[in-house]
């Protein structure tokens, strides 16, 4: 069975939805045959796009924790824009998890403050973005 079988397989077990302006994100807790896991979707409703990535329950805590310290660093920024790198990013960290890599980026643009949360499995790159203002809720989800 494939990957992408396996995940239609999944039952939920649990599921939160977070809104913020034209965007929804569902963190849906599923089970299939390899386990528990949270897929976070990214659901523009403009746009109409739609981004995932995946964890495995086993690595939501080490996930939580690194969003305890944006949430900490975020409230530490000032209202006015922070000296960034060219790319805005603010701060980095980056957790590995069996074969999937994250990279978790705090950025500012002209629009504002964000975390985009990056999945790599072998060559294939995932991501959602979420308003930095979302942080405590999405870590207290």
Do not use: C, W
Request: net charge positive; hydrophobic share 35%; charged share 30%.
């Amino acid at each position: 069975m494939s990957a992408q079988e396996d995940s239609f397989n999944a039952h939920d077990l649990q599921t939160k939805v977070l809104k913020s302006e034209n965007k929804r994100f569902y963190l849906d807790v599923k089970e299939n045959n390899r386990g528990r896991f949270l897929k976070i979707t990214e659901v523009n409703t403009q746009a109409r796009s739609k981004n995932k990535i995946t964890l495995a329950l086993s690595s939501v805590e080490e996930f939580r924790d690194f969003l305890n310290m944006f949430a900490e660093f975020y409230n530490n920024l000032g209202p006015t824009p922070a000296i960034t790198t060219r790319d805005g990013k603010l701060k980095s960290e980056f957790m590995k998890k069996d074969d999937k890599r994250y990279f978790l980026d705090l950025k500012e643009n002209s629009r504002g403050r964000f975390l985009r949360v990056s999945q790599v499995v072998r060559y294939t790159r995932q991501h959602v973005a979420f308003p930095a203002i979302l942080l405590i809720e999405l870590r207290n989800a």
